[in-house]
């Protein structure tokens, strides 16, 4: 089931994300949790889903991780890294990814997303860092 609200929070910041069709399934503080369904116009040669579809998930998912988790006052986030390792395709379903914050800090939140596939496979791992604004 999806986070109507969080989904439409989203799209409204993050006009790529609705492209995409990014959903958001639950968000909290300690974990965010959102899809992404496979479909044939993101995937690159064999089916496979494009990495950096995969990339544009964990990094929204997990900024939205980060923007749950700023300080009082501050604007917002910004990604200034980010490191995915990448364990295997995806060409169906949809891919997940679940995002926790390592760091909270008052210039820098850390997260680290694990993207799974739908029978709850690791797909990749994401570590960001986002700088706070």
Known sequence: MTDAAATASLHA???????????????????VTGRLAWREELCTAGGALNGGVIMALADN??????????????????TIESKTNFLRAIRSGHTISVARPLH??????????????????????????????
């Open 61 to 78: 998912i997990g900024a939205l991780c980060a923007f749950l988790n700023l300080p009082a006052g501050a604007g917002g986030t910004t």
């Open 104 to 133: 909270v800090g008052k210039r820098i939140i850390v997260v680290e997303s694990d993207v799974l596939d739908d029978e709850e496979r690791l797909v990749g791992r994401v570590t960001q860092s986002q700088a706070v604004l």
């Open 13 to 31: 910041l993050v006009p790529f994300a609705r492209h995409l069709g990014i959903e958001v399934l639950a968000a909290t503080p300690a974990r």
